[in-house]
């Protein structure tokens, strides 16, 4: 079928994979549009599938776009868990990106930037307009990183 298991999802889909559940157990394997979908319901499912099937689970899709300019090869968003590669870059986020100490030295960009968005929130309040959140915070995220 055109839309698979779609319909059986809802406006709820953790309710309704949990009602599934109830019938076809822990993990499911659902056809979402035209995208396979693997469910899992369990915390003992989920530790399963990631120890014993992380690898063909955790590739994402490549984008054509992406392999264009072939990030798909030098990206950690992109390339599998599983290559040398991704391991390095990990290595190096943590340690230079994510370190405690890196955090601390950001803590006051961070606390400014998030005070900004709450200072705009309540200005726009103020005037009764309407905020777009999901920009908003994408800003204020895009604002911290760059």
């Known amino acids: 079928p055109i839309i698979g ?7 709820n889909p953790h309710r309704s994979f949990g009602d599934l559940s109830k019938t076809y157990g822990p993990i499911m394997s659902l056809k979402l549009g035209s995208l396979n979908t693997v469910i899992v319901t369990s915390p003992e499912g989920a530790r399963d599938v990631l120890r014993t099937h992380d690898q063909i689970l955790s590739a994402r899709k490549s984008i054509n776009s992406i392999r264009y300019i072939n990030h798909h090869e030098a990206s950690l968003i992109w390339l599998p868990s599983s290559s040398a590669r991704w391991r390095l ?7 230079h990106l994510f370190s405690p100490q890196r955090i601390e030295a950001t803590k006051a960009l961070r606390m400014k930037k998030a005070q900004e968005l709450v200072s705009f929130m309540n200005e726009s309040s103020e005037r009764e307009e309407a905020v777009n959140i999901s920009r908003a915070s994408f800003i204020t995220a895009l604002n911290i990183t760059s």
């Not at 870059?89 to 340690?95: A, G, Q």
């Open 5 to 11: 298991n779609i319909h059986q999802v809802g406006k």
């Open 89 to 95: 870059l990990r290595k190096l986020s943590v340690t």
